[in-house]
């Protein structure tokens, strides 16, 4: 019966999702159901090369398990949400990113299929509450946009109910890596950075609107892409892995350490240009964000991360070259 199980994800198209179906086909999982819209962008090619058993619009899949007609599902990875920290649409942001995730949830808990889902580093604001994934920090967040509060409010929600001990959410930092090219402006600086570099020779980084910091030295927490489904796939099989964690490496690296990283996966020397940040993002911009993982350590996952030049020299020259 295990092995008749459907295990669903959504967003199985997009970019973590593509690669979290790439990896559960490498260790013999086919009885998947992919959720997601196709639209008219190019995410369609994600499907290529990919065992599946069917795709599903989201419409379609969230009438079917609210009738509950569904086959037997073993797991849901839910990555499909819009991710865009531009979207303003407020209404759409609360019904795609926080109302469907909450049905899909309780139809999990319902039928002890086990629920993983996508939470964002976006939650966490400009940082200056910390990035600790503890419970007692989570209500105390406050996002900088409606896509960060959207994630915000089912982390909430699910901390309110007491049911983190029954599911995992991640909050994924900036994930680069295959998988990406369909995303526009919101692909990873790595995607962009090669791009740029290949049609001018150099990559246009902001400046640093703040005293303290230089330009190209604000810093993120970037994680290469198998491992953030390494992490996601630990928690949809431990079931001792359940609550809300980070999905990062723990190490913070600057704008200038990644542009540099490119460049030398390129076999090229650095050309780095500043440019002016908008005056829309000054206020909304993270200059800092490190990933605390001792809460997923403690829940038993013990591999390393990818070191940041090991990660961009892969993705360069194992695919971004070969495009």
Same mark, same amino acid.
């Given at each position: 019966m295990e092995k008749m199980a459907w295990t669903v994800v959504t967003g /199985?198209? /997009?970019f973590i999702g593509r690669n979290v179906v790439a990896e559960l086909n490498r260790r013999g999982v086919e009885r998947v159901l992919i959720v997601d819209e196709l639209g008219s962008d190019e995410r369609w090619k994600n499907l290529r090369g990919l065992k599946f058993e069917d795709v599903c619009l989201r419409g379609k899949f969230r009438e079917a398990f609210q009738a509950d007609?569904?086959?037997t599902v073993?797991?849901?990875y839910h990555l499909g949400a819009c991710s865009s920290t531009t979207e303003t649409d407020a209404n $759409?942001?609360?019904d795609?990113? $926080?109302?469907y995730t909450r049905e899909l949830c309780e139809w999990c808990l319902k039928r002890g299929a086990r629920f993983v889902y996508a939470s964002s580093a976006a939650t966490y604001g400009d940082g200056a509450q910390g990035y600790s994934d503890a419970d007692p920090a989570?209500?105390?967040?406050?996002?900088?946009?409606m896509y960060g509060m959207s994630k915000h409010l089912f982390d909430l929600w699910a901390l309110r109910n007491g049911v983190l001990g029954r599911i995992a959410g991640l909050k994924y930092f900036n994930v680069y890596?295959? /998988?990406e090219d369909h995303k526009g402006d919101m692909r990873s600086v790595v995607h962009k950075a090669h791009g740029q570099i290949r049609e001018t020779g150099a990559v246009k980084l902001f400046k640093s609107h703040r005293p303290d910091c230089k330009d190209g030295e604000q810093v993120r927490d970037f994680v290469y892409v198998k491992d953030a489904v390494d992490v996601t796939l630990y928690c949809g099989e431990t079931p001792k892995a359940s609550g809300l964690f980070n999905c990062g490496t723990g190490q913070a690296r600057s704008w200038n350490d990644l542009a540099k990283a490119v460049f030398l996966a390129m076999g090229l020397?650095?050309?780095i240009e500043y440019i002016d940040m908008p005056v829309s993002l000054r206020n909304k911009y993270q200059y800092f964000t490190q990933a605390e993982m001792g809460k997923i350590r403690a829940a038993g996952y013990a591999k390393a991360f990818t070191p940041l030049e090991e990660g961009i020299r892969e993705y360069v020259q194992g695919h971004l070259a070969k495009d």
């Open positions: /199985g198209a /997009g007609r569904m086959p073993k797991a849901v $759409y942001l609360l795609n990113n $926080y109302q989570t209500p105390s967040l406050l996002p900088l946009n890596g295959p /998988g020397e650095p050309r």
